[in-house]
């Protein structure tokens, strides 16, 4: 049973509202990653992470931020939300690189900015 | 860069039935292959993956893919569904090559079991 964990699940907030995405695991892994879902689309990668104090931006570009202060803890972070940032966001974590060892993903924040 | 095509959007297959949910993807060499699943609500879940040897892998839940080098597919089969198979599928690409790290996912077959 995969132990990673996002909250909230559902958050719906107006715009111009500051809002941090949370996402933790307790397996130990290194490496941690950001998806945002629209429905019926691909996934898109738009933050990684190798380890503490590492961060990359993925594919997709992305007006968010991230940090990795704790290997545990992968928080995701915008400033200012906007209708447009209306989607599903899976945090995922893995003990290897994404492409070649099973990710775990957690069930996902379902974000709506009105 | 790479790219994952799964060409049906939905598929709809009575209970008990068969199935295969087709992926083609697009890559110079030989990349690394796997199948998640996403129940409503829930995050994905891995299936089953291929990275090198017997082109046919057994996964969870009695699923199976096969890796068809020649037609760049890695399509998705199942010899008897059951009611619990309805959720979200999702082919997704990796690059063994040390690319840019994250997984390429396909846009999704969406499917429904009939009674």
């Known amino acids: 049973e995969a132990d990673i964990y996002q909250t909230p699940r559902y958050l719906v907030i107006g715009t111009g509202k500051k809002i941090t995405l949370e996402c933790s695991q307790t397996?130990?892994?290194?490496?941690m990653y950001w998806y945002q879902q629209d429905p019926g689309m691909e996934l898109h990668l738009i933050h990684y992470?190798?380890?503490?104090?590492?961060?990359e931006k993925g594919d997709l570009s992305s007006e968010s931020t991230v940090s990795r202060i704790r290997t545990e803890h992968f928080p995701l972070t915008l400033e200012s939300a906007r209708p447009s940032h209306t989607s599903q966001y899976l945090c995922?974590?893995?003990?290897?690189?994404?492409?070649?060892?099973?990710?775990?993903f957690g069930q996902g924040t379902r974000l709506t900015v009105v | 860069a790479q790219s994952v095509t799964q060409p049906d959007i939905h598929i709809t297959v009575s209970e008990g039935a068969s199935l295969e949910l087709r992926c083609n993807y697009s890559?110079?060499?030989?990349?690394?292959l796997f199948w998640y699943v996403q129940s409503p609500g829930q995050g994905l879940q891995l299936l089953l993956k291929?990275?090198?040897?017997?082109?046919l892998v057994q996964g969870i839940k009695g699923f199976e893919a096969e890796f068809k080098r020649s037609q760049s597919s890695f399509n998705l089969r199942k010899p008897s569904v059951h009611w619990s198979d309805a959720a979200e599928y999702f082919c997704?690409?990796?690059?063994?090559?040390?690319?840019?790290?994250?997984?390429?996912f396909g846009k999704g077959t969406h499917l429904i079991i009939q009674p």
């Open positions: 995922a974590s893995s003990d290897g690189g994404l492409g070649d060892t099973e990710a775990f």
């Open positions: 992470s190798y380890g503490v104090n590492s961060t």
């Open positions: 291929y990275f090198s040897g017997d082109t």
């Open positions: 890559y110079g060499a030989t990349p690394y």
């Open positions: 997704a690409v990796g690059d063994p090559g040390g690319g840019a790290d994250g997984l390429t």
């Open positions: 397996m130990g892994h290194d490496k």
